[in-house]
């Protein structure tokens, strides 16, 4: 059972891990936690996502994700792995002119070094098994878990794409569905361009206009290996060159940017080259902070709806529509007034189905087999017997045909009763009073997330004001 009073100060919480994250990833960290469990602290605390699931409540809901996820695209040589090492400081990825990566290769933070291939990262990165369908994508799935504290790397799960070149070189799978179809799960794609030639291949081209259709909005775009061009001269044109051939492909145009970057290094520092390796990590702080928004906010929406439902929940429980009146009664007196008009609808039932087997006597009364039957009956009771022949006399219908008829109305008749019984002697479902408890608990346990939510967006603001 959840709590009804889940804990206020989150930020207070004295473990060692705790102690060492960012807020920003705190947060983040405390979001997810709240639908895993609802920062019980014990093996019995439940969180949003097991509250919404309940048989009692029914609502669909989703946890939102701890890292934000970039990937990262571009033709082979361009610099991505060298970034991501720059940017994890430390040296996982491998770099060279070779086309080091031929699979996806995934980047993310843990308390331990590891490395997972295939099905191992599918299951570690659970919402994207689905990619499974492009056939000989799994053998080429990595990912490589690293303990670094660099930058905001604990809030980031990078995706480093394969290379993409032209000519006969043949992938394992369809490198370019596979990476429209990653581009679903992740909040910003970095397009990264070498200088040296290949920045304007058609794999590449293709790709950007594909993911134009519908992730426009995510994209950001930069020529990379800027410091490898000899003259400003012969940078202006790789730019004008890239830029118009990007042009005609990408939705926002006029609002187009492609800054130069390039790894700072003693050679290089003195060649005066505008470097906007710094605006690259505030694309992806921003992509975090957005994240951070929008997952509060998914809080606070997925609260309200598990709100709303419990009240239509306990609403359903007082009110309903009666099926035979069709008016609003309350359910429990509803079901037993359907008892009760029930059971009179059975009486009437048998009582008609009684008149039809006393006519279908009385119509056969002269037949050999009643006589027979009559003849035993006079001699244990025999004022009974002749009572019963002058009723029979009585009622028989000479008219074979008045007959059949009277007797089609009554069977039509017993017919519509029994129909009838069905559909109304039903009960309508209510809640036990431990059922009612577990929801009113419920309600409480999910009002106390909104207090939550209020604190975790000061802590959010107390970490922009301190970082103005």
Not at 176 to 198: E, H, K, N, R, T
Not at 212 to 218: F, T
Not at 387 to 403: N, V, Y
Not at 406 to 411: G, S, T, Y
Request: hydrophobic share 40%.
């Amino acid at each position: 059972m959840a709590s009804a009073k889940p804990k206020k100060k989150i930020a207070q919480k004295n473990d060692v891990e705790g102690l060492t994250m960012s807020p920003t990833e705190r947060i983040l960290k405390n979001i997810s936690e709240l639908y895993e469990s609802g920062l019980g602290g014990s093996g019995e605390s439940m969180g949003l996502k097991a509250v919404a699931e309940d048989p009692l409540i029914g609502v669909t809901c989703h946890k939102p994700r701890k890292r934000v996820s970039c990937m990262i695209i571009g033709n082979h040589s361009a610099g991505k792995s060298s970034f991501l090492n720059w940017y994890i400081g430390e040296t996982i990825q491998k770099t060279g002119v070779a086309i080091e990566t031929r699979g996806f290769s995934f980047l993310t933070s843990g308390r331990k070094r590891e490395e997972l291939k295939g099905d191992a990262t599918l299951a570690y990165f659970d919402h994207l098994s689905e990619i499974s369908q492009f056939e000989g994508i799994n053998a080429n799935l990595f990912t490589e878990v690293s303990t670094s504290k660099e930058k905001n790397f604990s809030c980031v799960d990078f995706i480093d794409s394969p290379g993409l070149v032209d000519g006969d070189m043949q992938y394992p799978f369809d490198v370019a569905s596979c990476i429209v179809w990653m581009a679903d799960y992740v909040d910003i794609i970095l397009c990264f361009f070498d200088p040296i030639g290949q920045a304007l291949c058609k794999r590449t081209v293709d790709v950007i206009k594909r993911l134009n259709v519908n992730h426009a909005e995510k994209m950001q775009y930069y020529m990379s290996k800027a410091d490898q061009v000899e003259t400003e001269l012969d940078r202006q044109r790789v730019l004008i060159q890239i830029t118009q051939n990007l042009h005609p492909h990408i939705k926002n145009s006029h609002a187009f940017n492609l800054p130069t970057i390039f790894l700072p290094n003693d050679s290089n520092q003195h060649l005066g080259i505008p470097n906007a390796l710094e605006e690259v990590c505030e694309d992806i702080d921003k992509a975090i902070r957005m994240t951070v928004q929008k997952n509060l906010t998914a809080l606070k929406e997925d609260c309200d709806r598990l709100i709303v439902r419990m009240d239509e929940r306990i609403a359903e429980d007082k009110i309903s529509n009666g099926p035979f009146f069709n008016v609003r009664q309350v359910t429990k007196k509803t079901n037993g007034k359907n008892r009760n008009y029930g059971l009179l609808l059975t009486l009437v039932s048998w009582g008609v189905l009684s008149t039809i087997a006393f006519l279908v006597f009385c119509a056969f009364y002269q037949q050999p087999f009643i006589q027979a039957g009559m003849g035993k009956l006079q001699s244990v009771a025999p004022e009974q017997a002749e009572q019963l022949a002058a009723t029979a006399k009585m009622f028989q219908i000479q008219d074979s045909t008045t007959l059949q008829y009277v007797l089609a109305v009554l069977i039509g008749f017993y017919l519509v009763l029994f129909i009838t019984t069905k559909m109304i002697w039903k009960s309508l479902p209510t809640l036990t009073k431990k059922e009612q408890t577990k929801i009113v608990e419920y309600k409480k346990f999910v009002k106390g997330m909104h207090k939550i939510r209020d604190d975790l967006y000061k802590e959010y603001f107390k970490q922009l004001n301190s970082d103005l």
